[in-house]
């Protein structure tokens, strides 16, 4: 069966260090993957997904990036945080024969 | 394109009450149409979706939803609370005709809570 892990679950980390939030996925091959971020109140905002190894689309200019560097595996990061990134980070991924998304339990972030 | 639109942010219902949660879709071509649940720290758990067929559709922990084209609605329904229906709902649509594994967009999502 498929699943797909997330971590960690919660990260304090101060404004100006760097991040790396990281999403597998096992039992699938050639997933569609996503990073989703929800801040208060303002439901499910999609940040980057990806169809394909070193192949990432950006939804939302901002101070994050993303990487693809193995076929089930997507890396959330930035070189510098701030405030305006904490937030609730959720992984998800889709495939072809199945509808819809499956989600990643979620990574909650803190920036102090 | 396409949108999700969940009117307000928040339902409250007594436990045993009927639950509607309401969903109203914009597309251009058919689409594919899900609800998902979200607990407290959690990620979203799909509750039921509407692919083709039948248009009313049944779901995880009692729930059901309708799709109505002529509405463009696709609304959630449980029809007795439980407390531990709350949660924070999220209706999301794709373009049938990009596949199966095409991009979903989320409305905004609604929180239920059941009072005893």
């Known amino acids: 069966s498929q699943t797909i892990h997330q971590w960690p679950a919660t990260l304090v980390q101060p404004v100006g260090s760097p991040l790396s939030l990281e999403c597998t996925v096992e039992?699938?091959?050639?997933?569609?993957l996503y990073w989703y971020r929800q801040a208060a109140g303002r439901g499910l905002q999609l940040l980057f997904y990806?169809?394909?190894?070193?192949?990432i689309s950006s939804e939302v200019p901002q101070n994050l990036s993303a990487s693809r560097p193995q076929d089930r595996q997507f890396i959330l990061s930035s070189k510098k945080l701030l405030l305006s990134d904490s937030g609730f980070y959720l992984c998800a991924w889709s495939v072809p024969f199945i509808y819809g998304y499956t989600f990643g339990s979620g990574t909650r972030l803190t920036v102090v | 394109a396409q949108s999700v639109t969940q009117l307000g942010s928040h339902v409250s219902v007594s436990e045993g009450a009927l639950v509607l949660l309401r969903c109203n879709y914009s597309?251009?071509?058919?689409?594919?149409l899900f609800w998902y649940v979200q607990y407290p720290n959690q990620g979203l758990q799909l509750l039921l979706k509407?692919?083709?067929?039948?248009?009313l559709v049944k779901g995880i922990n009692g729930f059901e939803a309708e799709f109505k084209k002529s509405e463009t609605s696709f609304h959630l329904t449980k029809p007795s609370a439980h407390m531990s229906d709350a949660a924070e709902y999220f209706c999301a649509v794709s373009l049938r005709h990009t596949g199966a594994n095409s991009k979903l967009t989320f409305g905004k999502g609604i929180t239920l809570s059941v009072r005893p």
């Open positions: 039992g699938t091959s050639n997933p569609n």
């Open positions: 990806s169809v394909g190894i070193g192949q």
């Open positions: 509407y692919t083709t067929g039948a248009t």
């Open positions: 597309s251009s071509v058919p689409p594919y």
